[in-house]
């Protein structure tokens, strides 16, 4: 692969440092130096409250093979009393981390968690005076810190400092590898706050800062964002009715933007201390909601054009999953120059299927079900299962995704069938039930499948995943094609070791490569035409 440029400040970081590198639009996340998935796992809010509470689950999470834990470091435990740190908490969780083998993301719950503030300290909640929250239409004040306040802004910022430096002195070991800055921020159930500064600002001229991106970036940006700026003529000065028109829609950029630089300094301010990337999460809008119906503002795909313009001190904008039709919102959040990064999805059957589509078919650093410690049978997990696959080929994930030989693919009783190029083959990849061999071909819903392929050399790929049916035709000849070997196998050390050879049914005499439903493996295949 080509160098790599590095996204941060050289001068910021130590050469082992976790950190993010780009080339075109392609990331890598790098940890002690080679290319990183993070095979994660969130663990539910209130686990990382209690060293008692976590001892246990350490193990499960090792049991399911995860690389990575995303754990919530809680501002009003870490700073009880204005000033006074307590880290005993963090320290814990590093420690245990790295007993296990385990890396840490850590998500900072400092002015936001949910749109709420419920992570404030109580000198912060109890002090509205000093520490002014949102206010509804009608006056009353909400439990939201504003964005519009610079006390709000100053406490929350220099808490999240000490935590930087705190990492800094004694992380030397780089067990946290990313930290995510406030929690699913979003404004409820308005659009905007309605707090005097909040309204002084909705009738000031939009920011030069957020009009000059608009203008230079006039080409590139997202059509949501576009239609709205062109709609209203694309005026270039003016308050925010005036350049984007009066209604919700409004109200939710003005939100978005005033989060955005709100974080950006917190962000800024963090990482001049200790650079980590770092990345923010978005509770997903429901389509056809109003702004203010759902958590309004947080980097949300219509609006990722106001969070880059005002935060650009974040890395990565990275959805939370808990609704269907995942191939949609990847697709959103992937539009621009931004990595698929998922700190959560809902803990299910079928995120095993998920996280083979998302490192196969996205730039994806992170998958990580929410709750992760939940489960009563770590060993049976389909998403460990999964996590021992993609553990072994990242090696090659991260060597051939930039060639783009590398493919992902996601089925269910909806969408059986998807046909990509690689090679010299057109390939054919069905669900395994497609085959009807399987009693469990005649249900109302098939369990969801998915598998990754990665095509080393134009007659060799290796077939990964679950409840997968792979067939082989030439291209630009008349030829057929056929299966010269195809071995079971596992990597060691990044070696292949072969198992059991899958001829006879197993390859189906020859005539397809086969992972059924509910099993797991990686297949070594060498095709060949004759
Ligand atoms: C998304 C939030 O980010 C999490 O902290 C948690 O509240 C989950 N929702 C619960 O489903």
Redesign the pocket.
């Known amino acids: 692969m080509a160098a790599v440029c590095c996204l941060f400040n050289a001068n910021a970081q130590t050469p082992d440092m976790p950190r993010l590198v780009k080339k075109g639009n392609y990331f890598q996340l790098l940890v002690d130096h080679k290319p990183y998935l993070i095979l994660g796992g ?1 663990l ?2 209130s686990s990382a409250s209690s060293k008692t509470y976590m001892k246990p689950i350490w193990a499960k999470l090792k049991k399911m093979n995860l690389n990575t834990v995303i754990v ?1 470091v809680y501002w009003e435990l870490m700073e009880p009393e204005e000033g006074k740190f307590n880290f005993t908490l963090v320290d814990y969780h590093i420690k245990a981390a790295r007993e296990n083998h385990l890396k840490l993301v850590l ?1 900072w719950f400092g002015s936001w ?2 749109s709420m503030s419920c992570y404030a300290p109580r000198w912060v909640k109890t002090n509205e005076a000093r520490f002014p929250r949102t206010k509804d239409k009608i006056g009353k004040p909400q439990e939201i810190l504003t964005p519009f306040n610079k006390d709000n802004l100053k406490a929350d910022k220099s808490a999240f400092v000490k935590l930087m430096q705190h990492l800094k002195k004694t992380d030397v070991q780089h067990t946290v590898i990313a930290v995510q800055v406030e ?2 921020i979003g404004m409820l159930p308005n659009a905007r706050s309605y707090d005097d500064a909040a309204n002084r600002s909705f009738q000031q001229a939009v920011p030069a800062q957020f009009m000059n991106y608009l203008q230079k970036n006039k080409e590139i940006l997202l059509p949501e964002i576009k239609a709205i700026w062109q709609r209203n003529g694309y005026k270039t000065a003016g308050n925010w009715e005036d350049i984007f028109g009066k209604g919700l829609v409004t109200d939710e950029i003005f939100t978005a933007w005033y989060f955005a630089v709100y974080v950006n300094e917190i962000t800024s301010a963090g990482k001049a201390q200790y650079h980590l990337p770092m990345y923010l ?1 978005a ?1 997903l809008n429901r389509p056809n909601v109003d702004p203010g119906a759902y958590p309004s503002g947080g980097p949300l795909p219509h609006i990722m054009d106001i969070w880059k313009a005002g935060a650009p001190a974040i890395d990565i904008l990275a959805p ?1 999953f ?1 609704f269907p039709n995942f191939q949609h919102w990847a697709d959103l959040y992937t539009r621009t120059a931004n990595p698929l990064f998922i ?2 999805i ?1 803990f299910e059957r079928g995120d095993d299927a998920k996280a083979f589509f998302a490192f196969g078919n996205y730039n994806c650093l992170s998958f990580s079900p ?2 992760i410690e939940s489960t009563e049978t770590p060993q049976k997990e389909p998403i460990g299962k999964a996590y021992h696959i993609l553990g072994q080929l990242t090696p090659l994930i991260a060597k051939y995704a930039p060639m783009g030989t590398v493919k992902g693919f996601l089925f269910d009783k909806d969408s059986v069938t998807k046909k990509v190029k690689l090679g010299n083959y057109l390939l054919t990849i069905k669900h395994e039930y497609a085959l009807g061999w399987s009693p469990g071909s005649k249900d109302d819903t098939w369990p969801q499948t998915g598998g990754i392929i990665i095509c080393v050399a134009p007659d060799e790929f290796y077939v990964a995943g679950t409840g997968i049916v792979v067939t082989y035709e030439p291209l630009g000849n008349s030829k057929k094609a056929g299966l010269l070997s195809v071995d079971e196998g596992h990597f060691k050390l990044s070696k292949w070791i072969p198992g059991r050879i899958m001829n006879g049914d197993q390859d189906h005499q020859g005539r397809h490569v086969r992972i059924p439903v509910y099993e797991y493996n990686i297949q070594h295949v060498k095709a060949y035409t004759y």
């Open positions: 969130e539910g809010n919530p998500l968690k949910n929690n699913e999460n509770a939370d808990y700190p959560e809902k929410f709750s």
